[in-house]
């Protein structure tokens, strides 16, 4: 029953959060009033939020909740934001100012970094408490492992599901019935999961008060450094294979560019789309909403995990003997490549929509759409959609694996703090060339995108995937596993 419970609890979750996140440039540049590189760069700062504030929930969990209290705080976190979010876009609704009054949107970012902190205490603690049950009894069950793998495989799979409704539906129903019915519906969607979660309390796998696991752990590293235990020296204590930390940071770094890439998928690609023939046929005068492209990304991911799952990964096996057909780190360097390639195409496609703009003689005219079909914009979200399969699932199941079991909801924590710190640095790269480029004449980034060019910054992206690739390979070719028997 475990597999269900947690199936069906993250795909009611993403239906709620990502109901939010995968349309909010659309809310900060419509409702809000915002420019296009305000609200990208807004998107990306409050992103990097969402995802670096994992690593607070994560400590507070495996050191004082436990991860089954943290998801209870996080799902009540939920509520509330997503609460006083639909209160707000009803009172922006109702409100006559063409701009939103300071205290409306005081509760409208109140209620955003609520729901990014709710997301910080489920983000690590949700993905860890269903791996935690198929952790072996004692060290010599050799079958946990493979199961643990195909887990965050099939666990993504689920939440792809509650993506593709959210940024496909929702984001059709904010668009064309209103945000606060958008917003309602993300409320009730986390009513759901939180039902679903304490369904499944009495099933769930008993595990050992959180603070004794770290404690015993913190014990052991200090009788082999023969120092007294601080906060800061916590992470960085010495391991039989080097330090914790010290050993997972170049993998950490080297993964930042695909993060930074990543983010583009509900910031510029979603303002890309915008501009294009969005009308789903010439009778059916249904128009597709900017936002739901990123829907192709979960249909990639709802595609390809059975796929590898089922047929690539015992394919594999059998040439290279390996549990998992190929190594953690193989499966991440295989996302940065994809990565790379996925914005060459994008650029390649924001080129041909350029022209597109000045042959049909509207580059002065942003509010007209291209006579351009969205489908062209089909490539790079695959290939982004393929990435995320290698790389999104490859580096939680490493940064699991490679974290003693007490601190395996920190260890997801680093994960997401990736792409946390991933959106920092595509919002900074944004502030940065706007400024750069504004000076100058055109920004990069004109609120008229026909006038912009969204294509230097994907080539840009494309040449530091380059690099990161190169970089990443020097680091993994020499990394050495972490056994667990010696944590």
């Known amino acids: 029953m475990l597999p269900y419970i947690y199936a069906v609890m993250g795909f009611f979750e993403r239906i709620g959060f990502v109901g939010v996140s995968a349309n909010l440039i659309t809310y900060l540049t419509g409702p809000l009033g915002m420019s296009t590189a305000a609200a990208a760069a807004g998107v990306n700062a409050w992103s990097g939020t969402v995802q670096v504030l994992p690593l607070v929930g994560a400590l507070v969990a495996d050191s004082r909740l436990g991860r089954y209290r943290a998801i209870l705080a996080a799902c009540v976190l939920y509520l509330l934001s997503l609460g006083m979010l639909t209160a707000s876009s009803m009172m922006l609704t109702a409100s006559s100012p063409p701009s939103p009054s300071?205290?409306?949107?005081?509760?409208?970012?109140?209620?955003?970094?609520?729901?990014?902190?709710?997301?910080?205490?489920?983000?690590?603690?949700?993905?860890a408490f269903g791996a935690d049950q198929f952790t072996p009894s004692d060290i010599d069950d050799l079958s946990a492992p493979t199961l643990r793998s195909s887990y965050f495989n099939w666990f993504h799979f689920s939440m792809s599901w509650g993506y593709a409704i959210a940024t496909a539906g929702l984001s059709y129903v904010q668009d064309n019935a209103g945000w606060t019915l958008g917003f309602g519906a993300c409320w009730t969607a986390m009513v759901l999961c939180l039902v679903v979660f304490l369904l499944g309390t009495r099933t769930y796998r008993a595990a050992k008060q959180p603070i004794d696991g770290v404690q015993a752990w913190v014990a052991r590293v200090f009788r082999r450094s023969g120092t007294t235990p601080t906060d800061e020296r916590l992470l960085l204590a010495p391991q039989p294979e080097g330090g914790l930390i010290a050993k997972l940071l170049p993998i950490w770094l080297t993964s930042l560019v695909f993060a930074a890439i990543y983010s583009q998928t509900s910031t510029l690609f979603t303002k890309q789309a915008s501009t294009l023939d969005r009308h789903l046929g010439t009778e059916t005068g249904l128009v597709v909403p900017p936002a739901a492209l990123q829907c192709l990304i979960d249909v990639t991911f709802i595609v390809m995990i059975p796929l590898y799952d089922r047929v690539i990964v015992p394919l594999a096996r059998r040439l290279t003997g390996h549990a998992s057909?190929?190594?953690?780190?193989?499966?991440?360097?295989?996302?940065?490549?994809?990565?790379?390639?996925?914005?060459?195409?994008?650029?390649?496609?924001?080129?041909?929509?350029?022209?597109?703009a000045r042959d049909a003689g509207l580059v002065d005219r942003p509010d007209?759409?291209?006579?351009?079909?969205?489908?062209?914009?089909?490539?790079?979200?695959?290939?982004?959609?393929?990435?995320?399969?290698?790389?999104?699932?490859?580096?939680?199941?490493?940064?699991?694996?490679?974290?003693?079991?007490?601190?395996?909801?920190?260890?997801?924590?680093?994960?997401?703090?990736?792409?946390?710190?991933?959106?920092?640095?595509?919002?900074?790269?944004?502030?940065?060339?706007?400024?750069?480029?504004?000076?100058?004449?055109?920004?990069?980034?004109s609120d008229n995108l026909n006038r912009a060019h969204l294509d230097y910054f994907y080539w840009l992206l494309a040449g530091l995937a380059a690099l990161e690739v190169a970089v990443f390979l020097h680091f993994a070719n020499r990394y050495v596993y972490t056994k667990k028997a010696e944590l």
């Open 102 to 127: 300071p205290a409306r949107l005081t509760l409208f970012y109140v209620a955003l970094y609520l729901l990014a902190l709710a997301q910080g205490f489920f983000g690590p603690c949700g993905e």
């Open 325 to 356: 057909g190929i190594t953690m780190l193989q499966r991440i360097g295989a996302s940065m490549a994809t990565s790379c390639v996925a914005m060459a195409v994008a650029a390649l496609v924001e080129v041909r929509r350029l022209r597109v």
């Open 368 to 445: 007209v759409a291209l006579p351009m079909s969205l489908w062209w914009m089909i490539p790079q979200y695959v290939l982004m959609g393929l990435a995320a399969v290698l790389g999104m699932v490859g580096l939680e199941e490493f940064f699991y694996d490679q974290m003693p079991d007490a601190l395996r909801s920190v260890g997801l924590a680093l994960c997401l703090s990736i792409f946390g710190v991933g959106s920092y640095a595509s919002s900074m790269l944004v502030s940065v060339i706007d400024w750069a480029t504004r000076v100058k004449g055109e920004s990069w980034f």
